[in-house]
C-alpha cells in the first residue's frame, strides 16, 4: 500500500498576452470596435467583459489540468457539464502489476481533515483514531483486491473493493468561463475538503498566470 498526496499539473501552455489578444478580438468582433486594439488595451478590455457579465467571451480559450486526486473526487469533477475528461480507469489497470508498484495507492487523508470545518479543531488523539481506522481499512481493501485477483477476477470486477481513498489520475479540459465556474464551487468553505486541497492553490496559481480572468474571485476560509 501507497500513500500520496494529491496534486495537479497545467498541461496547456499559458501565454497570457497571446490568451487576452485572442479574447479581445472575438469581444471586439461583437462591437466592431477592432480599430481600438492597441499594443496594451487587451488586459483593460477583458476585465470590462468580466465586470459586464459578458464571459461568453471567454469560452474561446480552454485549458487542461491533469489532477491526482482521490476517486471520491473525481465523481464531483466529473459534475461540471462543460468540460472534458480523461481518467485513469479502474477497469482495465491492474494493479497487481509492475507498472503500478504491485500496490493500491491511496491519496492521504490528512491535509482534508486540515480543512474540513468540523474536524480541523479536533484532539490530535482523536484525530489519530481516525486516521489509524482509515488505514486499516485501506490495508483491508488491498488485501481483498489482489485476493480477488488471484482467484481469478478481472480487474473489473476486482475493483468493486477499492474504496474512494484509491488514487487517480484524471485530465479535464474547460474554457475559461467554466473554470471560473469551477473555482466559485470548488473553493467555496461548502466545497469537499479534498477537493478545497487542490482547487484553492491551483485558483492562486491562475491568479499569477492569469489575473484578468481570476483576480476578483474570493477563496473561502
Keep these: 500500500m501507497k500513500i500520496i ?4 499539473e497545467i498541461i496547456t501552455k499559458i501565454n497570457r ?10 469581444g471586439r468582433t461583437c462591437y466592431k470596435s477592432e480599430d481600438k486594439i492597441t499594443e496594451d ?20 480559450f ?4 491533469r489532477f491526482i486526486n482521490d476517486r471520491g473526487v473525481s465523481h464531483e469533477e466529473v459534475r461540471h457539464r462543460i468540460a472534458s475528461f480523461g481518467q485513469e480507469s479502474t477497469r482495465y489497470c491492474n ?34 483514531l481516525i486516521i489509524n481506522e482509515w488505514l486499516s481499512a485501506c490495508e483491508d481493501a488491498e488485501r481483498h483486491y489482489f ?19 484509491t488514487k487517480t489520475e484524471i485530465v479535464i479540459t474547460m474554457n475559461l468561463r467554466e473554470w471560473r465556474h469551477f473555482f466559485r ?15 484553492i492553490p491551483l485558483l492562486n496559481e491562475f491568479k499569477i498566470l492569469l489575473p484578468e480572468f481570476f483576480e476578483d474571485i474570493v477563496v473561502g476560509k
Aim: hydrophobic share 40%; charged share 25%.
Design 5 to 8: 498526496k494529491s496534486n495537479y
Design 17 to 26: 498576452e497571446e490568451i487576452l489578444k485572442t479574447i479581445e478580438i472575438v
Design 41 to 60: 488595451s487587451a488586459s483593460k478590455f477583458v476585465k470590462m467583459l468580466i465586470k459586464n457579465g459578458h464571459e461568453a467571451m471567454i469560452e474561446h
Design 62 to 65: 480552454s485549458i487542461s489540468i
Design 95 to 128: 494493479y497487481s502489476k509492475d507498472k503500478f508498484g504491485n500496490e493500491i495507492t491511496y491519496i492521504d487523508i490528512n491535509d482534508g481533515i486540515k480543512l474540513d470545518q468540523k474536524m480541523r479543531n479536533m484532539p490530535v488523539e482523536q484525530i489519530n
Design 147 to 165: 485476493k480477488m485477483l488471484e482467484l481469478g477476477a478481472t480487474p473489473q470486477i476486482a475493483r468493486s473493493v477499492l474504496n474512494n481513498s
Design 185 to 199: 464551487l470548488r473553493c467555496a468553505n461548502a466545497a469537499h475538503p479534498q477537493f478545497r486541497e487542490l482547487s
